[in-house]
């Protein structure tokens, strides 16, 4: 038999409810904030945020974090990204692609980057560029401009040249013929017909220091 002076229990919410509801509205804050920091920090350096996805990967795939972006480039207001001097990326094997309106103010090797399938359209070069072994790049693009030389040593994928492209200085290509994709081999002696290559056509590629490079290797 229920004792009649027994209170029944309160149905009345305690404050710890309340709690668990503001940590709710807390954790999806930071859940938002999460989402929103890429699109924050490609704003802050005024470049849209594929860029900075694709600086963020480039950064990965030379195991760095994201604060080596900022000690390797500048941003100007049209929304370039502009190396301060030689870029090395050589053997990342993960690098895949590069942003967007990307300025190297100074050479860029690329060499053993197996993945890497393509060059954004609007790369400026300021002395050379080492694409050997990038056996997974298809072409380059349109309009390059390469000041000093180029190497293309056993690029195996790559499907030609584009009339477009000029070299100041030398080409290198394998010094063994059968690596050569033939469309390239015709390719670089039109250009050179053509006076868009203004070095000799090399089979051998020189070592180059890259002392001046702050990127470590992958």
Known sequence: MADGNKET?????????????????????SHTEGILAPAKEAEKRGISLQQWQDLLHMAKA???????????FDFDKTGRIIAKSSLYLGNCIKLNRLPE???????????GCTHLMSLPMGLEIGTYLILDSCVELRELPANLYVPQFLSI??????????????????????????????????DVHILKEMGRIG??????????????????EC
Do not use: F, M
């Open 9 to 29: 229990p309160s149905t009345t919410p305690k404050v710890l409810p309340d709690l668990i509801e503001i940590d709710g509205v807390q954790a999806i804050r």
């Open 62 to 72: 030379n195991t760095q974090h994201s604060g080596w972006i900022d000690s390797q």
């Open 101 to 111: 309106k990307l300025i190297v103010n100074g050479g860029l090797d690329l060499a």
């Open 153 to 186: 040593e056993l690029c195996l994928g790559l499907t030609g040249l584009p009339n477009g492209l000029e070299v100041g200085g030398d080409i290198y290509l394998s010094d063994l013929s059968d690596t050569i994709p033939s469309q390239v081999k015709a």
């Open 199 to 216: 070095g000799q056509i090399i089979y051998k590629r020189p070592a180059i220091s890259r002392n001046d490079s702050n990127s470590p």
